[in-house]
């Protein structure tokens, strides 16, 4: 009697032990993100003690050999490039999702979706290599300009962003009542009037968590942008000029980066950190203010 | 304007829209292939060794880099994520832990993957000396799919109904051995699948390995804190520094054998899917 209680107890203990290790395993996702944080933080501490926060934020004057770090240019090329890049996806990403939900015929479907899964696992490189060699000629030859810049980035963007915001977008269509859909067409709607009077509104939160996650794909995206934004330490909203982001910018010089230099380009790091974090609030934002409306 | 008219008019917008999709997929595939493939099938290219300087020059020790790398990520990786994702699914409670949990896996979803590179850097590669090596890279890759993998694992437990539980645990079996004996002996398909699509991400991965594993070898790596250069980092590293009078073809090899990597990947991944979800549907039939 006493020995089976205290296999019990043992057996009690292990279980207990076990959910701990469980937990544990999911509490590093948390000790992940603080470690990210900290030792970003802790490298790009001496530009901002050095260098100052105005020279830095406030300055669009790069040039590591006389000591001037500027980034006000990449910062701009991010957002622009961005910006760019959304502006062309969002409407072909949300109308990619509504084609599959509602106009593909039933046996394209699936295809469709696949594709559209496929394009988000081709790799960044070669999506790059893709703008450099077919891209770049063809915007040289119709703005005959070099071809390498802001809306070739945003071209390569495009592609990048559109597997995100066309996939969740799809799935939010799904995920409205099929009786929603079937009601408003039972009133003698038409698809469009459907699609548009009833679904759009529907879905609206959706929508705008996968454009939000599509625009952190775009802002975080390296190598693609690397080669064909021309690489210019230059502050322009000219589309046709070459120019940086922070993510190229930071992959060309960390090899040679020193001291406060490469100080300094861990404080762009943090300013990706801080875009993200600002993305991840405004969809938590969207989907409360959802859950305040239901 | 009538409705109808209005109508066809979107019906022809969005057919277009969903086309041109498809049409980006198929040109980006078929330009790289179109450039690379000869090269890429070549036994002289895919089983050569690299040259820093002359022509002529393989990739082996960069495809070798590539699925090393993928497995050390996954032998980091899985234990954890499979860990996380049985706590999530089996155990999680609604409360301030579980979703601090999820906010951080949200960030690090969508974190850029240079600032991944960045962190592997200074934390593996300098704070802990191991140098630029394929460790480095395996842990960086394991935080950067930590999200992905355990949400999929996670679905995965899901599915598996509830009625296994409450039938293993009416025969007395505890909470755990439920979950050791039947609930993830269930969720193992799934659990497979949601396997092996991360792999073509971390193949294709090349922002956070360029500052992590390296770019450039000779020798197929054997230890894994040696230096490897995985194919995407290289191809970068060909690319934009040109060294080989070559490189152009080297770089149109490297990412059509690349593409084809990824591809086979995302179509095992599928195909297991598929395998799975039959087996469940005749599962179900069976009355099992």
């Not at chain 1, 599509?214 to 802002?219: E, F, H, N, S, V």
Request: charged residues 15%; glycine residues 8%.
């Amino acid at each position: 009697m006493r020995e089976s209680l205290a296999r019990s107890l043992i057996k009690g203990d292990k279980e207990a032990y076990m959910k701990l290790l469980l937990l544990a395993c999911a509490s590093l996702s948390i000790l992940g993100i603080l470690l990210i944080f900290l030792f970003i933080t802790r490298e790009s501490i001496p530009a901002f003690v050095h260098i100052g926060f105005k020279n830095m934020f406030l300055s669009a004057h790069w040039s590591p050999i006389t000591g001037h770090f500027g980034m006000v240019g990449f910062i701009v090329g991010t957002l622009f490039t961005t910006v760019i890049a959304i502006v062309i996806s969002a409407p072909l990403g949300i109308g990619t999702a509504l084609y599959i939900d509602q106009i593909a015929p039933e046996w394209l479907r699936t295809p469709v979706r696949r594709g559209v899964e496929l394009l988000a696992g081709i790799p960044s490189i070669v999506i790059g290599w893709f703008g450099l060699i077919t891209l770049v000629p063809i915007v040289a030859r119709i703005t005959n300009t070099s071809g390498y810049g802001i809306l070739t980035a945003s071209l390569v963007l495009v592609v990048m962003a559109l597997p995100t915001i066309t996939t969740l977008s799809a799935e939010t269509l799904k995920s409205i009542p099929q009786e929603l859909k079937e009601g408003s067409a039972a009133m003698g709607a038409t698809r469009w009037q459907t699609m548009y009077r009833v679904m759009l509104p529907a879905a609206r939160e959706g929508l705008m968590v996968a454009t939000i996650l599509g625009m952190g794909r775009a802002i975080g995206e390296t190598m693609a942008v690397q080669m064909v934004i021309g690489g210019a330490r230059q502050l322009t909203v000219n589309p046709f000029q070459p120019t940086s982001t922070l993510t190229t910018r930071i992959l060309t010089e960390m090899g040679e980066a020193t001291g406060d230099w490469r100080s300094a380009l861990f404080a762009m790091a943090l300013v990706l950190l801080l875009l993200s974090m600002i993305l991840i609030i405004s969809i938590r934002l969207v989907s409360r203010q959802r859950r305040v409306a239901a | 304007m009538s409705a109808r008219k209005a109508d066809r008019i979107a019906t022809f917008v969005f057919t277009l829209l969903g086309f041109i999709s498809i049409g980006i997929l198929l040109f980006i595939i078929l330009e790289v292939l179109g450039r690379g493939l000869l090269t890429a099938i070549n036994p002289k290219f895919f089983l050569g060794k690299p040259e820093a300087m002359n022509p002529g020059g393989g990739i082996l020790p960069m495809i070798v880099s590539s699925l090393y790398l993928a497995v050390l990520t996954l032998i980091v990786a899985l234990p954890i994520s499979v860990g996380a994702a049985i706590y999530m699914a089996e155990f999680a409670r609604k409360g301030r832990l579980v979703s601090s949990i999820r906010f951080s896996l949200d960030s690090l979803a969508t974190l850029p993957s240079i600032v991944f590179g960045l962190f592997g850097m200074t934390l593996f590669v300098v704070y802990f000396r191991w140098g630029m090596a394929l460790m480095a890279g395996a842990f960086t890759l394991a935080l950067l799919n930590l999200p992905i993998l355990l949400r999929s694992t996670e679905e995965a437990i899901k599915l598996v109904p509830q009625t296994y539980r409450e039938a293993s645990m009416s025969l007395g079996a505890s909470r755990w051995t439920t979950i050791r004996q039947i609930v993830i002996p269930s969720a193992m398909p799934g659990i497979i699948t949601a396997t092996i699509l991360p792999i073509g991400r971390i193949m294709g991965e090349s922002a956070a390995i360029v500052l992590t594993v390296g770019t450039f070898i000779r020798n197929i790596p054997v230890n894994p804190f040696s230096m490897g250069a995985p194919l995407a980092g290289y191809i970068w590293f060909a690319q934009s520094e040109g060294l080989t009078p070559d490189y152009r073809k080297i770089v149109n090899g490297g990412a059509a054998f690349l593409l084809l990597l990824v591809l086979v990947v995302y179509f095992l991944a599928r195909y297991a899917g598929r395998k799975y979800q039959e087996k469940k549907l005749m599962g179900a039939r069976d009355g099992k």
